[in-house]
C-alpha cells in the first residue's frame, strides 16, 4: 500500500472525505486510483475538469511526499483507512463523512476499549472547571482516554484533568500539527504528548488557522470517542455541534444540567429538554448507559480542594458559585462576617488556589 498516493488524494482538491471513502471502497486504495486512465476518470468526474487534471497528473504527490517527509522527522504517524490502521471508531459506516487519513502526534491508543470525550463553552464557568475536574477524576478507574478540542474552556479542563489524575488525552487540531492554536495552550499540548497521549488532526502540516475547520473538527471528537459529555454550552456552538454529530455516528450523548438563568447552561439543558442528552449528574450515570460496571467514586461531590476549607470558607465558596464575582463588602452582609474576618479567610482562599482576587477587592473562583 502506498501511502503517499493516500495522502495525496486526501490533499487532492475537490476530494473531500466521503468521496475519499467511496473511491477507496471502489477500487481499494488511493494508488488504484491514480492508476485510473483519463478516460475511466472522466466517468466518474465527468464535469468536474480541474478535479480530473490533478488526479490524472498527480499534481499532489510531491505534496504529499514532502509531507511524508515531515511527519517522519516530527515523529508523526499517518494513520489510513485504506491500510486499516484509522481507529476502528472512524471505519463504521455512520462515521463516513469522517477523514479516510489521520496525523498523530503522540502513542496514546486510539483503539483503546473505552473512551469519553468531554466538550463545552470556550467562556467556562468554575461550576463547569470543578465538575469537568471531578468527573475526569471518577472515570480514572476506566483508564479511558479523555477526548477534546484544546480550546479554552470547557476542553483546556477536560485535558488539564485528565493529565492531572493520570489519564490518557486526546487533542483534535483543527489545523495541522506544525502549530497550535490556542497558542496559550502551547505546553498543555507539550504535556498531552509526553503524558502518554496525543495530538490528532486530518489536516497536513502548513494548514492555515482557518474558523470553518473548527465545526468540521468536532466530528472526529465525536468518531473517537464511545460518549460524548457536554458540560456547559450556550444555546449555539461548537459544543452542540459536538453533541448533534455524536447522536448521529450512534454515539451516547450526556449534558450536565444547569440553572435556568444561566446563559452557559441554555445549551445543556435544551439537550436533555429535547431528548437528544441523557442527564448526567455523576461519573455513575456514564457507567450505568454505558455498561461499563461499577467504580469507586460513583457519586460526585464537590472538588477536593474544596473539601479541606470549614463552614466559613465554604459558604463564600458556594456564594461565589452563585454569583461568580463579589466584593468583599458584598460579602460581609451576606456571610455575616466583618472585613477583617473575610480579608483573612478570602487570603488563605487563595493560597489553597480556590478563589482569585480582581481589581477592586473583587473575588472569583479558580477557573481552569
Known sequence: MDIISEIALALTPGVGCTIHRKLLARFGSAEAVFSLSAVELRTLFPNQPALLNSLVNKTMHARAEREWQWCNSQ??????LAEGTLPRRMQCDETSDCPAVLYVKGNVDLDAEHAVAIVGTRRATAYGCDF??????DLKPLGAPIISGLAYGIDTAAHRAALDHALPTVAVMAHGLDRIYPPQNRQLAERIVQQGGALVTEYASGTAINQGFFPARN???????????????????????????????????????GRATDPYSQGTNALIAANKAQMLCSANDIMQQMGWGSQPHATMKEPTLFDQVDDD????????????????????????????QLASLLFNLEMQDIVIALPGHRYRLRLC
Open 313 to 340: 470558607a465554604r459558604r463564600v465558596v458556594e456564594l461565589l458559585k452563585q454569583q461568580e464575582v463579589l466584593a468583599i463588602d458584598e460579602l460581609s452582609p451576606l456571610t455575616g462576617l466583618s472585613l477583617q
Open 219 to 257: 466530528r472526529i471528537i465525536a468518531a473517537l470517542a464511545d460518549g460524548v459529555v457536554v458540560v456547559e454550552a450556550g444555546s449555539h456552538g461548537g459544543a452542540l455541534i459536538t453533541a448533534h454529530m455524536a447522536a448521529s455516528y450512534h454515539r451516547d450523548v450526556f449534558a450536565v444540567p
Open 132 to 137: 469537568t475536574n471531578a468527573l475526569v477524576r
Open 75 to 80: 515523529g508523526v504517524r499517518v494513520l489510513s
